[in-house]
């Protein structure tokens, strides 16, 4: 089946590692994207990437990082920076094709991130 | 000030209600709007999106957008338990090819009972 499919479904971290999710899509997009679901706050986004080997912060990249080695993959790592990273987190891709298409964002069934 | 402002709820409503679920937004820039549906613990799902002002209807769903007034509207007629779930309202700008780099409202948490 095409899709997001996001790894793991469940991740518990100590206080000082870092931890890299994982986030695979089949769709043959060239846009992928990572949010960040807090309790009341929506959906933030942390890191976007158009095309393989290039990325940006989004509004909330501090402590995170990413890579995009293959249009495929673009995997989180949550460093041990990051202050509060307990949250759920989302992995996104969009086609680029038709400029007038809001309707190709597509997400994964995110990944929560527990810090014990 | 939160460039996307959703009334959370949570809103319970009885089987058969018509549910309105609104935000306003400030930066008119924006020209794509969506609304999203999230049931527990998954990622979420689009359910309509629309490009600039109007309306917009698929089954018991409509959307309307505002632009004049920065806001927007997500209605569900004869609404059924299985609506029951977050429904995020998310916008973006024109340009380029990041779709995905959407503004999203808080979500706001919906229960059908029955």
């Known amino acids: 089946d095409g899709g997001i499919t996001q790894s793991p479904k469940y991740l518990f971290r100590k206080e000082g590692q870092n931890v890299t999710l994982s986030c695979e899509q089949n769709l043959n997009h060239d846009a992928m994207y990572w949010y960040r679901q807090d309790p009341g706050q929506g959906l933030r986004l942390i890191y976007y990437s158009q095309i393989v080997n290039d990325f940006q912060k989004g509004d909330i990249a501090e402590g995170y990082s990413v890579s995009r080695e293959k249009k495929e993959s673009f995997p989180l790592t949550v460093t041990s920076a990051q202050k509060n990273p307990t949250a759920f987190y989302l992995c996104?891709?969009?086609?680029?094709?038709?400029?007038?298409?809001?309707?190709?964002?597509?997400f994964g069934e995110g990944s929560w991130l527990t810090v014990v | 000030q939160k460039e996307v402002e959703q009334d959370p709820g949570p809103l319970s409503v009885p089987e058969g209600a018509i549910v309105s679920l609104n935000c306003t937004y400030s930066?008119?820039?924006?020209?794509?709007f969506m609304w999203y549906r999230q049931y527990s613990r998954k990622g979420p799902e689009l359910l309509m999106y629309?490009?600039?002002?109007g309306n917009k209807e698929d089954g018991r769903f409509t959307a309307q957008v505002d632009k004049s007034s920065k806001y927007i509207s997500l209605f569900i007629r004869d609404s059924q338990p299985s609506d029951s779930a977050t429904y995020l309202c998310a916008m973006r700008g024109p340009g380029g090819t990041s779709y995905g780099k959407l503004t999203f409202g808080q979500g706001t948490i919906l229960t059908v009972h029955p």
């Open positions: 996104a891709s969009a086609g680029t094709g038709d400029a007038s298409a809001g309707n190709t964002i597509y």
């Open positions: 629309t490009y600039s002002s």
């Open positions: 930066n008119s820039a924006f020209q794509y």
